[in-house]
């Protein structure tokens, strides 16, 4: 689950008024920030996810008062924290104390000095990296089962063919085209259409700065424009309609979108692009595991660094904090600008495991999974050496009891692993509790966690909020690797149940939600298994007297 925008399930192809179709382009791609019921500091909102319900009316994990009440007296033990992303600045001030090392490796000597296969694994590994350069972007899994597919059967006159396995595969390539053309044409005319508006909001910001000579327009300055000026009064009126409808601070971000629809017909969604000869690997051998790079920084770290900061940022009293004061990051680069590969999944799952890792974070996933055999080979594997997987149930607001999100904890031979979590996202906002954009499931999604404007690290020593259950699995990895801290007799299994039993139910909140064109009331504890929002302070108190 890199870095995404949502596709709106309502937006109209034509908008009368530019306010309404701005506000749409924010539910869009998911920067409609939800309004809390409480007047928050600048400090509260950087850090509402660590606070407590009952103290301070926020629905965070309680994380603060945790460490103030339980744990102040206690004394931690580290705990390795793979992070599987994008890759992360191991060197940014709030992550280069807490990112775990190999002590078997010697740095940049161009050995393999602990066997392991990997060649100077100092902090972690890339397995989207090779002699070749690092990828960056890559497919849709979708456009590279389709790419099969078209390779196959572009050619092909269906009256050629007879059996009726070959009928089934046509007849999906015939299904799978539709779809891509379909994709294709929507993100043309949405990329064209958001770089218009981006460019409207964008250059009326920069005309209104260079008029005023200011770095940051306020309210008070769209006062002051002098009549008689055509374009200043145009400008001003549309910069007016932004901080009218609380969008003046993600003006920039509708150019950016525009961009990011732009990459996506290029790469993820391009049958002519594949960028898999960087790696090196032998791709179709979903069995070799010795490959790839240490780049492990990125390039395109952003979404890594975050996650990375989510989990265990340093509580230095400067930037962000993490949840847990005694994560020790291991890096694991597999996630594109695209969807991630079956295979790079299961080898991280394994290095992870391998390297001494306790608990795995994913914040990914993708609608299909063609080597998904692979992964759960490597899930059985992690989840019999005792680790616990924590994955972002997704961002799409689907029910994932009905449509497929992978991976996932259900095996295909049968069985579900009993370290795995899913989970979803919440926000500050105790009368929507759920995101609006996250996905749900009372039976495949575990719990819910903040996943909201979470604020943290970014690359280039910077920090910046962003939103999605990616943000809420690494909160939830965080509240795991506290318990495993300070508890260090817990199991992976005990930590899960503990967490479940632990979160604090909303069950009689629900929300109206717009779906298929008509309103529908949701319940908030039909959203997932426990109806929960999970919390560190009760998980605490429970971990205090816990029986196996």
């Known amino acids: 689950m890199a870095p995404n925008f949502r596709t709106s399930r309502h937006i109209q192809s034509k908008m009368k008024k530019i306010t309404v179709f701005v506000a749409a382009v924010f539910v869009a791609f998911g920067l409609s920030a939800q309004v809390t019921t409480q007047a928050l500091s600048e400090q509260e909102k950087n850090l509402w996810h660590l606070r407590d319900m009952e103290k301070d009316g926020i629905p965070g994990v309680s994380a603060i008062r945790a460490y103030e009440e339980i744990l102040n007296n206690k004394q931690g033990k580290p705990v390795v924290v793979a992070i599987i992303d994008s890759g992360t600045e191991t060197f940014h001030e709030d992550l280069q104390d807490v990112i775990w090392t190999n002590e078997d490796e010697i740095p940049n000597n161009g050995k393999d000095d602990d066997n392991n296969g990997y060649v100077d694994d100092v902090h972690g590994w890339s397995f989207i990296g090779g002699k070749g350069g690092d990828v960056e972007a890559d497919n849709l899994e979708f456009t590279r089962i389709y790419r099969d597919l078209h390779r196959k059967y572009a050619s092909v006159t269906p009256a050629n063919i007879t059996s009726k396995e070959g009928k089934a595969e046509y007849k999906r390539y015939e299904e799978m085209k539709a779809q891509m053309e379909s994709r294709v044409s929507e993100a043309s005319t949405n990329a064209l259409q958001y770089a218009m508006i981006g460019m409207m909001y964008t250059n009326a910001d920069k005309m209104l700065k260079r008029f005023f000579k200011a770095e940051t327009l306020t309210v008070d300055m769209l006062a002051n424009i002098p009549a008689g000026v055509d374009s200043l009064q145009e400008s001003a009126g549309l910069m007016a ?129 063609p080597q998904k055999s692979a992964v759960d080979e490597a899930i059985r594997y992690a989840e019999s050496k005792g680790v616990l997987m924590i994955h972002a149930a997704g961002n799409d607001f689907k029910n994932t009891d009905k449509e497929a999100n992978f991976p996932t904890d259900r095996y295909d031979a049968g069985g579900v692993c009993s370290t795995w979590m899913e989970i979803g996202a919440s926000s500050s906002n105790v009368e929507m509790l759920s995101a609006d954009f996250s996905n749900y499931g009372k039976k495949n999604v575990d719990v819910f966690s903040p996943g909201v404007d979470i604020y943290n690290s970014v690359p280039g020593q910077k920090y910046e909020a962003m939103s999605g259950t990616s943000m809420a699995s690494p909160v939830a990895a965080g509240v795991a690797a506290t318990l495993m801290s300070y508890y260090p007799n817990l199991t992976a299994a005990d930590v899960k149940k503990i967490m479940m039993e632990s979160a604090i139910p909303y069950k009689k909140h629900s929300f109206m939600v717009e779906m298929d064109g008509k309103m529908k009331k949701m319940k908030f504890k039909d959203m997932s298994r426990t109806g929960a929002i999970i919390n560190l302070y009760k998980a605490c108190q429970m971990a205090e007297s816990f029986k196996k």
């Not at 660094?305 to 989510?310: D, F, I, R, S, Y």
């Not at 940022?313 to 904090?321: C, I, R």
């Not at 847990?324 to 594109?336: D, G, K, Q």
Request: glycine fraction near 10%; include cysteine; aromatic fraction near 10%.
């Open 241 to 369: 309609n932004a901080f009218e409808n609380g969008f003046y601070d993600q003006i920039y971000a509708i150019a950016d979108y525009a961009k990011s629809l732009k990459n996506q017909l290029e790469t993820q969604l391009n049958i002519d692009f594949d960028p898999r000869n960087l790696v090196g690997d032998d791709y179709q051998n979903v069995n070799e595991r010795l490959y790839g790079n240490n780049h492990i920084d990125g390039p395109a770290a952003d979404h890594g660094t975050h996650v990375g900061g989510c989990v265990g940022a340093t509580w230095n009293g400067k930037g962000a904090a993490g949840v847990c004061n005694n994560a020790r990051l291991m890096i694991i680069r597999c996630v594109p600008d695209g969807d991630e590969r079956d295979k790079d999944v299961a080898n991280s799952i394994r290095y992870a495991v391998d390297n001494g890792a306790r608990i795995i974070n994913m914040s990914f996933g993708k609608s299909f999974s």
